[in-house]
């Protein structure tokens, strides 16, 4: 057999996901060809999911700042003041090709991952959320991604200790081939004791230390930024093994090495790995680094310096200490039994040099690697859009109970018990409200303090299928309505937002689209983004998943038992619903599941109507007027009640409105609406009308079922086995 040729650079340029005049580039910025290893640094460093070549353009229309931001995009996370010296620290980001590959390291790095993003900048991690979108549950691979997706999660942060209290799961036909999974991290800290990643000089030591470096998860960043096809599942090695118990110790050994005053610059090992941390800290830093790759720890035998450059084994810290504190570093990380090691120095270069058994094989300017990459302005059409659909457009049941039932059984709406038992809650002895407890977010103690933080995660993707752009102003909204609904003052967001392909003009017009959406809801509700990530190339074989932009939301309570949740009605109650009804049915959970329909228009998000109802409702919860509250939206109000009904056990007769067919009032997903209980309901209607909010007894609460007169009386033993019964049922 005769030998094959060797690959010219440029090829080998290709396979790393480098296109032709990007490598063409990369030869005029070095004024010369780049070796292996550098040609290995510029692949990640300029991959979409480090760069975000793609969406940076449109990442600035965000509004970042405001009276509580302390640090808001471009650190590892984002840092929002809390009062008495205190901050929040919290991010999410993706590992949705990793979990489709393996699901179970997939999702169990994801949450090593994020967590690694918070306690890099000095704050211990209280609580973990997830957002997971799954294939169609009759897709072959779907029951066995979610199995190990969902072990995965509980898996790592059962390990660690830290109580994952929310999230949200959706199944569809159109993540049959890119299931997401997005991961978000809250984290407390001193707000004088932030740590950050820029380098503040040259001089200075360059500390590894965690577990050591080996071979899994080479070219992670760039599967991350590809497109899957038929053969996807040999990116296999690509996945990296994550260890919670490593991480429980890196976490201990960093938080002490930060009181220890020896930390001048720190960041994770993520995505890229060594070439990441080490081009980050010295590019923000405006200096050089120069490290010795022969003193990193290595796991396997005979690494190159390729792989250890792009390793992605988790983990992993690299620090830049004080002067002369080395000593102090190691005490901590042999008392932790970490792996550590001084592998370089800062210098004042402005160039990143690598050396290998002896030689230079690595010397580029830091700038083209980071600030100078490529930023493009991708040609993008605007989304076709769908009419609104009139109540008389979708056909009512034949049978409002049987519908009803279908709808709560539905894989979307039916409960995920099965799912949040294999997570550990309570751990920390923190948390008041979780996935259990009938809240609309999570809400987590700030220890110590009558304080407490709510958090959740949001996105319809079928309203953002269907209208970008209010489906981004949409996603913002619930997760502002969301914190609003158990007494909480919103703060800030992070996002996560996960598209196709962006070559494609009109995947590219759904993320500037949704952008745009997001960023006005953000402005309008003073909720400004401070952390986020973007993961494109979402797709197999051309076709591309619903556009999904997350959003992760955090809020303040001032005082913990003044809250909410809809878990405590009691017979009697009065049910009021807050906000305009007007029987929106369009991209509607009805239209999908009952008619099979998923055209419309989506609901219209009022944002002035949304900050008016929002904060009557958290002025009547800090005020003690109310204690019972749900938002209303996927299912409308006939999910709402059911919600009430199945979480305090307690029958619900609900009162339709004169003017709007009863399958528009029912399961219309208008927005900017709230459910509300209370005894005496005067008090809430007069303060509805002061406050210019449309308001209306729909109910009550009574007897053992859920039901309105003429149409529909089902059992609630009936109601919760229906509910209960299908992801029990599917998993087996």
């Known amino acids: 057999m005769s030998a094959q040729p060797a690959k010219t650079l440029a090829e080998t340029a290709a396979e790393y996901g480098l296109k032709p005049e990007e490598f063409d580039l990369i030869i005029q910025r070095l004024n010369r060809e780049p070796n292996a290893v550098e040609l290995g640094v510029f692949s990640v460093m300029w991959s979409e999911h480090c760069s975000y070549k793609s969406s940076r353009k449109h990442l600035g229309k965000f509004p970042t700042s405001g009276p509580r931001v302390i640090q808001g995009p471009g650190e590892n996370a984002g840092v929002v003041n809390i009062g008495d010296g205190q901050a929040c620290i919290f991010k999410m980001e993706s590992h949705n090709h990793p979990s489709y590959i393996e699901p179970y390291q997939g999702a169990a790095t994801g949450v090593g991952g994020i967590m690694r993003d918070v306690f890099t900048m000095g704050a211990r991690p209280v609580a973990l959320l997830n957002a997971l979108r799954f294939g169609d549950p009759s897709h072959p691979k779907t029951k066995r991604l979610v199995a190990g997706v969902v072990a995965g999660i509980g898996g790592y942060g059962n390990c660690v200790g830290v109580p994952t209290v929310g999230g949200e799961t959706n199944f569809h036909r159109g993540y049959d081939g890119n299931i997401l999974v997005n991961a978000m991290c809250v984290g407390l800290a001193d707000a004088d004791k932030i740590f950050y990643s820029a380098a503040p000089s040259a001089g200075l030591p360059v500390v590894y230390f965690g577990s050591k470096t080996g071979r899994d998860g080479i070219h992670g960043a760039t599967m991350a930024s590809a497109e899957f096809d038929d053969a996807s599942d040999e990116k296999r090695p690509t996945v990296q093994v994550g260890d919670p118990f490593a991480e429980k110790l890196l976490i201990e050994a960093t938080l002490e090495l930060m009181a220890s005053g020896a930390v001048a610059a720190i960041q994770d090992m993520g995505a890229a790995g060594l070439t990441s941390s080490s081009v980050e800290m010295a590019g923000k830093g405006g200096v050089g680094i120069e490290l010795d790759l022969d003193q990193v720890p290595q796991r396997e035998a005979g690494m190159s310096a390729y792989e250890m450059m792009l390793s992605e084994s988790q983990e992993r810290m690299l620090a830049i200490l004080k002067p002369g504190r080395e000593a102090d570093g190691q005490r901590i990380f042999q008392k932790w039994g970490l792996d550590a090691a001084t592998i370089g120095f800062t210098t004042d270069t402005g160039h990143i040099v690598l050396k290998h058994k002896g030689e230079i094989v690595c010397d580029l300017p830091l700038a083209p690697l980071s600030d100078d990459a490529p930023l493009y302005d991708r040609p993008w059409v605007a989304p076709v859009l769908h009419p609104r659909l009139e109540p008389s457009d979708v056909a009512a049941p034949a049978d409002y109970g049987q519908a009803i039932l279908t709808l709560l059984g539905s894989p979307d709406m039916a409960s995920k018990r099965w799912l949040w038992e294999q997570y550990d809650r309570h751990v920390m002895a923190d948390t008041l409200e979780d996935s259990a407890t009938g809240a609309d977010a999570g809400v987590v103690r700030v220890h110590g303090t009558r304080k407490a933080l709510a958090v959740t995660s949001d996105c ?22 969301n914190l609003t609904a158990v007494g909480a003052d919103p703060i800030a967001i992070t996002d996560n937002l996960n598209f196709g392909n962006p070559e494609r003009p009109e995947i590219m017009g759904q993320i500037v689209r949704a952008i745009e ?216």
């Not at 319809?460 to 309505?481: I, L």
């Not at 009805?590 to 009022?606: Q, T």
């Not at 958290?618 to 109000?637: E, F, K, P």
């Open 460 to 481: 319809t993707p079928r309203y953002v299928q269907n209208d970008p752009y209010e489906g981004g102003k949409q996603a913002v909204a619930e997760a502002w309505r």
């Open 517 to 732: 959406g997001m960023a006005e809801a953000c402005r309008a509700l003073d909720f400004p983004v401070v952390s986020g990530n973007v993961s494109l190339y979402n797709e197999t074989n051309g076709a591309a998943i619903p556009p999904t932009p997350t959003v992760g939301a955090v809020g303040l309570i001032a005082d913990y038992a003044r809250r909410a949740d809809f878990a405590s009605l009691k017979a009697g109650d009065a049910l009021v619903l807050l906000g305009d009804t007007r029987g929106e049915l369009g991209a509607s959970l009805y239209l999908r599941e009952l008619l099979g329909r998923e055209d419309g228009a989506p609901p219209p998000v009022d944002l002035a109507d949304e900050r008016r109802a929002g904060d009557l409702v958290r002025n009547l919860i800090v005020s003690g007027q109310v204690t019972v509250v749900h938002d209303l939206s996927d299912g409308g109000l006939i999910s709402a009640a059911a919600d009430l009904a199945l979480a305090s056990d307690v029958g619900v007769s609900l009162l339709l409105p004169d003017g709007l067919p009863a399958h528009a009032a029912l399961f219309g997903e208008d927005q900017g609406r709230y459910l509300l209980a209370a005894a005496q309901p005067d008090a809430i209607l007069r303060a509805a009308a002061s406050a210019g909010v449309p308001a209306t007894v729909v109910g009550e609460a009574s007897g053992e079922s859920l039901r309105a007169d003429g149409l529909f009386d089902i059992p609630l033993p009936e109601l919760r086995r229906t509910w209960e019964h299908w992801m029990p049922a599917y998993m087996g």
